[in-house]
């Protein structure tokens, strides 16, 4: 049987720990109460394990813990905020680098009353900085960008693009998916609402997600329904995070995106970057002198360990397969980021992925190398 090693992790961290494959059934064997919606002791027994991991998440971000609104995945969350500041329509403004779940909420929105920009990620931070700045005017309600792309890597100046929305008093909503649990990252950074996904970087299940906010910026819900909270009121709750969580939560999800949020604790976001960084580096240096392969980074450029590569004469999607065939699980295509292949200039096809995790080692990403250039060879 083919041996399978993943190096897909920027779509979802593949192996979990075993803490959190523990909560997890933890979850089902002890905790199988409604939290919140009766005052029997199972109900109160799970109600205080989901607020546990609330709690443990606040601290990860440094926000309060009625600030931490679980959602289905950071897809969820980016919908909740963007959709939820721009209300009353407006202005926002976006990266040319962006996931889909960032512009196609965006645009969705721009068919109605909102109106929307883009501004281009350059190599020199200050730039990038200057073009978030110069298309602000004066119906601009937000910012949302990436805190890293999912097809390169890059990181984004955030903590200077906050500065430019205090400065304008505009909100700052930032998608983490790509750098939390990688990049330390806080409130108190500047941004007003993180939002982003539980089962990558932070290696909780599949399912689980996050938006926290400093709550100095409104989000009225999207979704109303029961809260377990204010029950003879037809509104819906005003207050966090009941307003933003209706129906019953994913109670095992979320107490395994609890010993997930734990397991990056106490291994610390810089060692857990240092240690994929470095495979990064293994990767690229391995390759430097093939001439059939293109590594698409720029050595102005600061990047989250993730690699995106080409091999000449084959399309992404067919490297990828090859890749597969031979047990190495990579993701091919466009990576649901049209604008950031439009703007690395690898549309329609896309590239080749590469993105370890704490779980991966030397000797597969030596064994990668080697396949890739018996591949080059033989096309």
Request: hydrophobic share 35%.
């Given at each position: 049987m083919?041996?399978?090693?993943?190096?897909?992790?920027?779509?979802?961290?593949?192996?979990?720990p075993?803490?959190?494959?523990?909560?997890?059934?933890?979850?089902?064997?002890?905790f199988?109460?409604?939290?919140?919606?009766?005052?029997?002791?199972?109900?109160?027994?799970?109600?205080?394990?989901?607020?546990?991991?609330?709690?443990?998440?606040?601290?990860?971000?440094?926000?309060?813990?009625?600030?931490?609104?679980?959602?289905?995945?950071?897809?969820?969350?980016?919908?909740?905020a963007?959709?939820?500041?721009?209300?009353?329509?407006?202005?926002?403004?976006?990266?040319?680098?962006?996931?889909?779940?960032?512009?196609r909420p965006?645009?969705a929105l721009?068919?109605?009353?909102?109106?929307?920009?883009?501004?281009?990620?350059?190599?020199?931070?200050?730039?990038?900085v200057?073009n978030?700045?110069?298309?602000?005017?004066?119906?601009?309600?937000?910012?949302?960008?990436?805190?890293?792309?999912?097809?390169?890597?890059?990181?984004?100046?955030?903590?200077?693009?906050?500065?430019?929305?205090?400065?304008?008093?505009?909100?700052?909503?930032?998608?983490?998916?790509?750098?939390?649990?990688?990049?330390?990252?806080?409130?108190?950074?500047?941004?007003?609402?993180?939002?982003?996904?539980?089962?990558?970087?932070?290696?909780g299940?599949?399912?689980?997600?996050?938006?926290?906010?400093?709550?100095?910026?409104?989000?009225?819900?999207?979704?109303?329904?029961?809260?377990?909270?204010?029950?003879?009121e037809?509104?819906?709750?005003?207050?966090?995070?009941?307003?933003?969580?209706?129906?019953?939560?994913?109670?095992?999800?979320?107490?395994?995106l609890?010993?997930?949020?734990?397991?990056?604790?106490?291994?610390?976001?810089?060692?857990?970057f240092?240690?994929?960084?470095?495979?990064?580096?293994?990767?690229?240096?391995?390759?430097?002198?093939?001439?059939?392969?293109?590594?698409?980074?720029?050595?102005?450029?600061?990047?989250?360990?993730?690699?995106?590569?080409?091999?000449?004469?084959?399309?992404?999607?067919?490297?990828?397969?090859?890749?597969?065939?031979?047990?190495?699980?990579?993701?091919?295509?466009?990576?649901?980021?049209g604008?950031?292949?439009?703007?690395?200039?690898?549309?329609?096809?896309?590239?080749?992925?590469?993105?370890?995790?704490?779980?991966?080692?030397?000797?597969?990403?030596?064994?990668?190398?080697?396949?890739?250039?018996?591949?080059?060879?033989?096309?």
């Open positions: 083919l041996t399978l090693v993943n190096f897909d992790n920027a779509a979802t961290t593949f192996p979990k075993y803490s959190v494959k523990n909560s997890v059934d933890t979850a089902f064997t002890k199988g109460g409604n939290p919140g919606r009766s005052g029997h002791i199972l109900s109160l027994n799970t109600a205080k394990a989901v607020y546990s991991t609330r709690e443990a998440c606040a601290d990860f971000f440094g926000a309060e813990p009625e600030n931490v609104v679980f959602t289905l995945n950071c897809t969820h969350a980016l919908n909740l963007i959709k939820g500041i721009m209300s009353d329509g407006g202005h926002i403004i976006t990266s040319d680098l962006e996931h889909n779940s960032v512009i965006i645009y721009s068919k109605k009353d909102c109106a929307y920009s883009l501004a281009h990620v350059e190599a020199d931070d200050n730039k990038t200057s978030f700045e110069e298309l602000i005017n004066s119906n601009t309600k937000a910012i949302v960008c990436t805190l890293a792309s999912n097809v390169t890597g890059q990181i984004l100046p955030i903590k200077k693009i906050a500065e430019v929305c205090h400065k304008h008093n505009i909100c700052f909503i930032l998608d983490g998916a790509q750098g939390c649990g990688i990049l330390p990252l806080k409130l108190s950074d500047g941004v007003n609402i993180i939002c982003t996904a539980g089962h990558k970087g932070l290696y299940p599949s399912g689980t997600g996050l938006l926290i906010t400093d709550g100095n910026f409104s989000i009225p819900s999207l979704i109303e329904g029961g809260t377990g909270s204010s029950s003879l037809l509104d819906q709750p005003d207050f966090l995070p009941d307003s933003l969580e209706s129906g019953t939560v994913n109670t095992m999800g979320i107490l395994g609890g010993a997930g949020v734990k397991f990056v604790s106490d291994n610390t976001v810089q060692k857990i240092a240690h994929e960084d470095k495979l990064c580096r293994q990767f690229i240096s391995g390759l430097s002198n093939v001439p059939n392969v293109i590594i698409y980074r720029n050595p102005s450029c600061k990047y989250v360990p993730i690699v995106s590569f080409n091999i000449k004469g084959l399309i992404a999607n067919e490297t990828a397969q090859i890749l597969s065939d031979n047990g190495f699980c990579l993701r091919g295509g466009l990576h649901c980021s604008l950031a292949h439009k703007s690395l200039g690898t549309a329609p096809d896309g590239t080749v992925r590469f993105a370890p995790s704490i779980f991966n080692n030397e000797i597969q990403t030596n064994s990668l190398i080697l396949l890739i250039k018996k591949i080059c060879q033989k096309y």
